[in-house]
Structures are given as structure tokens and as C-alpha cells.
């Protein structure tokens, strides 16, 4: 529902990046960068033996809204860089602050990854790659995908939910902001808020000033 997917799907399927070559994106956060990082009880499956790795597929699925196409096989390389982490005996959510002593923490096995690379082919021979890391420092939480096709290119980051970059081999690039007068019916009519406003932009009337 972010109004910049809704223009690149828009742009995809009114045949303005031409045909589809390469899709690639990546999910990328740092917060079990160090090996005493550890997950809070909510979220467990990180680093527990009962899961891990799932938030690559909204990404996937998202290419597969802009784009219409889908997976037909998938090549994954999977790599743990912490077996071993800092398991804390007491309390401790990452980011909290908290400092420990050696003795607060035991030795526990990690049978999850914490990186993967996925290769993907799409049903009209385009070519796609996903990188998943949950080690990447200075990545808080970016969601990131590219789309390049025959004519342009287009791009879009988390990080800066109100910008779509557009790329061209024979004219400037450029940056499509998040504008209802400048978006297409569909981008527009998911749009909450004129532009210079960030989706989200809470609205509150006063009687005082």
C-alpha cells in the first residue's frame, strides 16, 4: 500500500522499463551483529532452532505485485557468521543498553541463519537475486528492491519511502516523490496526503495555537 509501489506497478505494466531483465532487492538489518546480540522473547525464532529467515518473502511478493511475474526455481546459500552466541541468563532485549558482565552470559549453539542469498528465474527468463541479513551495519530495518528492464530502471528504499528512483541509459535519472498530482490513478488513489507530507503525517486540530 505504499503509494511508490503502487507507481512502479503502474510504470511495470504500462511497459516504461520495457522488457523485465533483472529484479533484485534485499532485507537488511544489524541487529545481531555482535555475537552477544540476542533476540527478545517475542522474537524468539530469530536465533532459537524454531525458525528464522521469513521476512524475505513480503519482499518477494511485492516484486511479484509490480512486476506480475513469478518465481519458477530458487537457489538459496545460507551461511550462520555467529554458530555460537552470548546467550544472556537474565532479562535482555538488543538495543536496550544494558551492559553485562561474562558471567551473565552462556555459550548456545545457533542452528538459524543469519544471511542468506536467494537466486531467483522468473517465468520470461528474467534473472532475480535476494540478499537477507541480519548483520549488516548501520541497516536498521531497509527493505530494498531495483528493477531493471530493456528501457529504464526504477528502485525503491525503505529508508526513503516518499522518493522512486528512475534510471535511464540516454536521459538524466530521476526522482519521482511521493505526489498525488504527479502519480499515476492507481498510486494516486492509495495516497492519504499531498505531497511533502510522509504517509502516515498525523493531522491534529487545535482550538489554541
Not at 537466486?119 to 537477507?132: C, F, M, P, Q, S
Not at 536498521?140 to 526513503?160: C, Q, T, V
Amino acid at each position: 500500500m505504499y503509494p511508490l509501489a503502487q507507481q512502479a506497478r503502474s510504470m511495470v505494466r504500462n511497459g516504461e522499463l520495457g522488457d523485465l531483465f533483472i529484479l533484485q532487492g534485499s532485507y537488511l538489518q544489524d541487529w545481531l551483529l555482535f555475537p552477544t546480540d540476542w533476540n527478545c522473547a517475542s522474537n524468539r525464532t530469530w536465533v532459537d532452532s524454531t525458525g528464522g529467515g521469513r521476512y524475505w518473502l513480503p519482499l518477494a511478493r511485492s516484486v511479484t505485485f509490480i512486476t506480475g511475474l513469478h518465481v519458477e526455481e530458487v537457489y538459496a546459500d545460507f551461511k550462520t557468521f555467529h554458530p555460537t552466541r552470548k546467550k544472556p541468563t537474565k532479562a535482555l532485549e538488543t538495543f536496550a543498553g544494558k551492559i553485562l558482565t561474562p558471567e551473565d552470559y552462556i555459550d548456545q549453539p545457533i542452528h538459524t541463519e543469519d544471511y542468506a542469498t536467494i537466486i531467483l528465474h522468473y517465468e520470461n527468463g528474467a534473472r532475480g537475486v535476494l540478499t537477507v541479513s541480519q548483520v549488516s551495519s548501520g541497516r536498521k530495518n531497509r527493505l530494498f528492491y531495483e528493477i531493471n528492464g530493456s528501457k529504464s530502471s526504477l528502485a525503491w528504499d525503505s529508508e526513503r519511502p516518499n522518493e522512486l528512483w528512475v534510471g535511464h541509459r540516454t536521459a538524466p535519472n530521476q526522482i519521482v516523490m511521493k505526489d498525488p498530482s504527479l502519480l499515476s490513478p492507481e498510486a494516486r488513489n492509495t495516497t492519504s496526503f499531498p505531497g511533502g507530507h510522509n504517509e502516515g503525517f498525523l493531522i491534529r486540530s487545535s482550538s489554541s495555537i
